[in-house]
């Protein structure tokens, strides 16, 4: 079997796409035996999830079925639930100030002289992110808000566009060739359309489990230029005085839902090309009614129901869709393999949120999901109430080779 250098990439006409690791790839795999790299993910939705639909009462492995996690129930030996667990001192000059500091946990967001800290994902990117083409990457689904800070405490802006980052990610070229490319995206063909003798080549050259993962790799890069494609509001077609190069962001702010999903999809590509071992994505409130069945009211008024049964019911529907879509999410992350193992097993992946309730705004036990990172899963861990969820940050950082004692508000790491 010939060895296949990390860096290749398939060209066709200018346009490069980047491959995911492979066995057969060396120094990363092969004769070194070396392992995947470590990876971080943090997925925060900003309005919570409504605590009655989500914590059980049994603690361990044979805790119930909640009405959130029978969504995710397929799941359940690959992730585990905390409660409990916080940061101090986050009641900010606005309510939903919590939401600079849910990677930080910097004190008193929003107050007078305030000053955000380094987030834990730029702290993972310092350490995880030199040999990779972006130390980091940070997601919207509405907005450049994000809950990313780098050590000077300044905020650094989330892409929300998928079809902009797709070409980021993977297209290479003169911008003519990349202008070209997209729409050849945009009128249904695939980037691989021009890669097949290639990707032919490369085959024959890759072993036989490469051989998968490149199926794998490839059925996903078709079915995430599919979503995009299918999803007018994302990239509106574009007539020929219009420059391809800059794509339109979703007309309709109401579909939190798609935009969620989206980048959802997007994740595995990045983890599986090693394009960056660091990405967050804060899940915003859109300031509209969501494109969910049965909703006619704004996610954030429906935060605040006010114990409204109608507005509870409503509610759920949209909770629900987010935790469909974290799940979505663990679904490819945990069917894609890597040198014996899956996406996951190297992959930590956090979701959460900043607010515990959202109905009075209190920053208070958390509900924080772990998955994947080679953790052991399948319970649910009632933490002392008031636990630092710094704590937790530090057995991240621990597990995935970034040697620090402490970070924001820990007073040691989190086991369990």
Not at 397 to 408: A, C, I, K, P
Request: proline share 5%; net charge negative; hydrophobic share 35%.
């Amino acid at each position: 079997m010939s060895r296949i250098h990390r860096r290749t990439l398939l060209k066709a006409s200018g346009v490069s796409l980047a491959l995911p690791m492979l066995e057969s790839m060396s120094p990363v795999f092969g004769a070194t035996k070396s392992q995947p790299p470590k990876r971080m993910v943090f997925v925060c939705t900003a309005l919570g999830l409504h605590p009655p639909f989500l914590w059980p009462e049994i603690a361990g492995r044979d805790y119930e079925k909640t009405a959130y996690l029978e969504l995710l129930d397929e799941h359940r030996e690959q992730f585990t639930l905390f409660s409990g667990l916080q940061h101090e001192d986050q009641n900010g000059r606005q309510p939903h100030d919590s939401e600079l500091t849910w990677l930080t946990a910097a004190r008193k967001p929003g107050m007078g002289g305030f000053r955000n800290t380094i987030s834990i994902d730029q702290v993972a990117a310092e350490q995880l992110g030199d040999e990779t083409r972006f130390s980091s990457v940070t997601l919207g689904t509405m907005k450049a808000q994000s809950q990313s800070f780098n050590s000077g405490g300044v905020m650094i802006p989330a892409q929300t566009s998928p079809a902009k980052l797709f070409a980021q990610l993977f297209l290479a070229g003169s911008p003519q060739q990349v202008k070209a490319q997209k729409q050849r995206l945009l009128d249904g063909k695939s980037v691989l359309d021009g890669l097949r003798s290639q990707a032919k080549a490369l085959k024959s050259k890759a072993s036989s489990a490469d051989n998968h993962l490149l199926e794998d790799y490839f059925d996903s890069i078709r079915v995430a230029e599919s979503n995009i494609q299918a999803k007018q509001g994302w990239l509106e077609k574009q007539k020929p005085e219009i420059d391809a190069s800059q794509p339109e962001d979703i007309a309709d702010h109401a579909d939190l839902i798609g935009r969620t999903q989206l980048l959802m999809d997007l994740v595995p590509l990045i983890v599986q090309t090693d394009s960056s071992r660091v990405i967050s994505i804060l899940i915003q409130d859109h300031y509209v009614v969501p494109k969910v069945t049965g909703v006619t009211g704004n996610h954030h008024n429906l935060s605040h129901h006010g114990q409204d049964p109608a507005k509870i019911d409503q509610l759920q529907k949209i909770e629900s869709e987010i935790v469909t879509c974290f799940s979505s999410l663990l679904g490819q992350m945990n069917s894609r393999s890597e040198a014996g193992n899956t996406l996951l097993d190297n992959t930590s992946v956090l979701f959460g949120s900043n607010l515990g309730n959202a109905n009075a705004h209190h920053a208070k036990n958390l509900p924080i999901f772990l998955a994947g990172g080679g953790f052991e899963h399948g319970r649910y861990v009632p933490c002392e109430s008031g636990t630092p969820l710094s704590n937790l940050f530090v057995t991240m950082l621990n597990q995935s080779g970034v040697e620090l004692d402490r970070f924001g508000q820990s007073n040691g790491s989190l086991n369990w």
